[in-house]
Each structure stands twice: as C-alpha cells, then as structure tokens.
C-alpha cells in the first residue's frame, strides 16, 4: 500500500526539517540605543515547534509504513487524554496530518504550481487513504485521517478565489471533497462520541455546508466542553463568529461571554478573551465593539492559570504586534486597541523571563497558520529583531539613561553599565 503515493510524493519537494536545537543562550543587544543594554536568554531554536514536527513525521512515517493500527492507538490515546505541543495543537490532530500529508501536499503542489497531473495523480493518494478506510471499517481515528484528507483537499481545490471566479470544476471538487467528509463523520461521532478531534473535525466542516451560521455557536460549544483547556478552540470560535464567516458582532460577543462563563473554572475570565482573541486583530469593528475591561481582566486571569513562557510570549507578542497593526482604520477601534496593547508593558515586566523568536515572527504575521515559511530560520531571525525591537522600546527611558536591563528566571535586574 502507498507504492504509488510514494512515487508520487517523490516528484514533489519534501518538508523542511525543524532546525536543530542549540542550548539556551543570553543575547546582549543594542537595537535602538546607544548608552544602555538589553539581556534577554532566548530560548533554544526550534524548541517551540519541535514537538510539533516529531508528531508529524510520526504520523508520516506510520502511514508510509502501513502501520495504521499503530497509528489509530496512538490518535486514540492522544485525544482522549488531551494531549497537546507546547504551541496547544492537539497531538491527535498532528499525528492525523502527518498520515495525510503525502496525499495533500501532492494535490497542493499540482494545482499550485501547475505540474501536468492527470486525474489518477490528484485521486491515487486520496483512493489509497479510501482503501485503508475499508480495511478498518470500524475504526474512528483511521475514518478522521481520511475525512480531514477530504477537507484539505476541498480547501486546494477551492484554492483563494471566490465561487463564480474559477473554473467551475474546481468548485465541483471542492464541494465533492467536503460532502465526502460529512459523509464519514456520523460514523466517527457513533464510535467516538466524547473525542475533540471527531467535535474539530466537524467545526472544520462548516466551511463546506450551507446554513451554517445556524450551527457554528453549537459545535464550537461543544468542542469546548470537551477540551476545556486548549485556547486554540475559543480563539477558532471567535474568528469564525466574525461576520465574514458565519456570524455577526452581536453573536459574537454574545458567545464570548457564555464561554466565559462556561470555562470560569479553567480560565476565569480568559473564556471571554480566547473567543474575541483573534476576532478583534482580524476586524476593526469586533475591536471597537470589545469589552475591554473584560478583555484585560482575562489576560490577567490567563496568566494566573497558565504563567509559562510560552503563553506570557504569546500574549505579550499580541499585545505588542500583533494587535497594533491595522491601526488608524476605525478611531474607536484604535482607542480598544491601545488601551490592550498596554498591557505588554506589565506582561513584559512582571512575566517575560525568556524570549521564544518564533512566536513573534507568528505574531507578524496574526498567527495565520496558512502562511507558508520557506526558512525557518529566518522566520526566527525575524521575530527575535521584532521582539527586541518591543522591548527595547519600553525600556526606553531605562535605556537612554545608561542602565542595562537584564531578564532573569527572578525578575527584571537593573544596572548602570
């Protein structure tokens, strides 16, 4: 099995591998000053994605190994304890894409880059998957690989145009891919009725079904209850509740503070938070609408709960970049943006002990995970200058008047140089 998806896959480019990682070091740097110093430790390259990867090239390597019982158990295993990456990917959903990423970067890389594909090189990958499907007819995680498949597939077909602007095929295989994926589902939910990734999936779904507006409140609530913890579900709400997808800025707001209130016991006010986290960086409107009391005491309550480096990065490279730009569109939306972006002056202060380069160079880019990295590298290269560049700035009377500014695992350390 996948001898042709292998010959296939080999006439495309493969992934990058993560970087190694290199021992943590301490940066002592001068970006906008000439008198004082800024010290920060760095935290190892790579570290933040690494796990991410590994998950991944398990997934690949047991798909291209035909071991897919050994995949299923572990998926299974995963998702019902709720395992995630540092980033708060689920582990079930990374290894999912790794079994599935032969078929999809195959299809991805034809209909991009025009490579003369006929109809057996777009459907061998996804007819092989169908085949795996009916060997375990009866197996949740193994019927998800091959749904999620569908999806993506759907998405390149759909590529970035709007219907009515490509060619009508496109959009006749985008929609087949997507009914194909509704069709396994029901399945999947009788065999796995509490698994988060089966509830993702079916969030995934909307984006291929008509009316969806109508459900988009009720899965996502669902996929919530069930992994209460994981940010990365509220922040999907959020975004998909945005007029431009399924919802208005009424529902909005009005699903932000049930999730508040449904998630108080895990994230006090955060619920509230996740849900308007990405909604308001993607749309004037949203931020302007914002409770941004409420929106801050959840930062706050955020940081209580989960005080980690990886999380006090993510909320101070929000508050420091990503939430700035689009600023002087919408001066109401302006005076909601700055009062939050204030708030990287306390979660860089009292918080920020170590700095992770990669969350700020996703933090430029408003955390789309579609962006497409050609080097890794100077991904990292780039948010560790953006990084600097923010605190370096808020040191800055520090700093003009000839102090250093050390971080340290205790706290903020001062000293003339």
């Known amino acids: 099995m996948f001898r042709s998806l292998r010959a296939l896959s080999a006439r495309i480019s493969g992934s990058t591998p993560p970087a190694t990682p290199m021992a943590q070091t301490s940066v002592e740097v001068q970006p906008l000053y000439d008198t004082g110093q800024l010290n920060i430790p760095v935290a190892e390259p790579g570290s933040d994605e690494k796990v991410g990867h590994q998950m991944i090239a398990r997934g690949r390597h047991l798909a291209r190994q035909d071991l897919w019982t050994q995949l299923s158990q572990e998926m299974l295993a995963a998702d019902q304890t709720r395992k995630t990456a540092p980033c708060g990917q689920p582990i079930a959903e990374l290894l999912a894409y790794g079994a599935r990423s032969d078929v999809v970067l195959a299809v991805e890389h034809a209909l991009s880059e025009g490579v003369a594909f006929d109809d057996y090189d777009l459907l061998c990958g996804i007819s092989e998957l169908e085949t795996e499907l009916q060997d375990h007819p009866d197996d949740p995680m193994i019927g998800l690989v091959v749904a999620l498949a569908h999806i993506d597939l759907a998405w390149a077909w759909r590529g970035t145009t709007r219907e009515g602007t490509s060619h009508p095929q496109h959009w006749s295989r985008c929609a087949a891919h997507f009914d194909r994926a509704a069709a396994l589902l029901p399945k999947c939910r009788a065999a796995a009725p509490d698994s988060p ?104 309550d955020i940081v209580k709960r989960r005080p980690d480096q990886q999380m006090i990065n993510l909320l101070a490279a929000y508050c420091a970049i990503t939430l700035q730009q689009g600023a002087g569109q919408n001066e109401q939306a302006d005076q909601a943006r700055a009062q939050i972006c204030a708030a990287a002056d306390w979660l860089i202060r009292d918080h920020l002990t170590e700095l992770h380069p990669l969350i700020w160079a996703h933090a430029a880019d408003g955390f789309n995970n579609s962006v497409r990295i050609p080097s890794a590298e100077r991904f990292a290269a780039r948010g560790h200058r953006d990084a600097l560049r923010a605190i370096a700035d808020l040191f800055r009377d520090e700093l003009h008047s000839g102090k250093s500014v050390t971080f340290t695992p205790s706290g903020l350390q001062f000293s003339r140089n």
């Open 197 to 300: 990734l089966v509830a993702a999936v079916e969030c995934a779904l909307l984006a291929g079904q008509s009316r969806a507006q109508t459900r988009v409140a009720d899965k996502y609530e669902r996929l919530i209850g069930l992994d209460p913890h994981n940010h990365r579900h509220m922040r999907a709400m959020g975004s998909h509740l945005l007029p431009r997808w399924f919802g208005s800025y009424a529902e909005l707001e009005l699903q932000a503070l049930r999730t508040a209130a449904r998630t108080h016991d895990v994230w006090g006010a955060g619920g509230y938070t996740w849900v308007q986290f990405d909604a308001i960086a993607l749309d004037d409107e949203a931020c302007a609408r914002v409770d941004v009391d409420y929106f801050i005491e959840g930062l706050h």
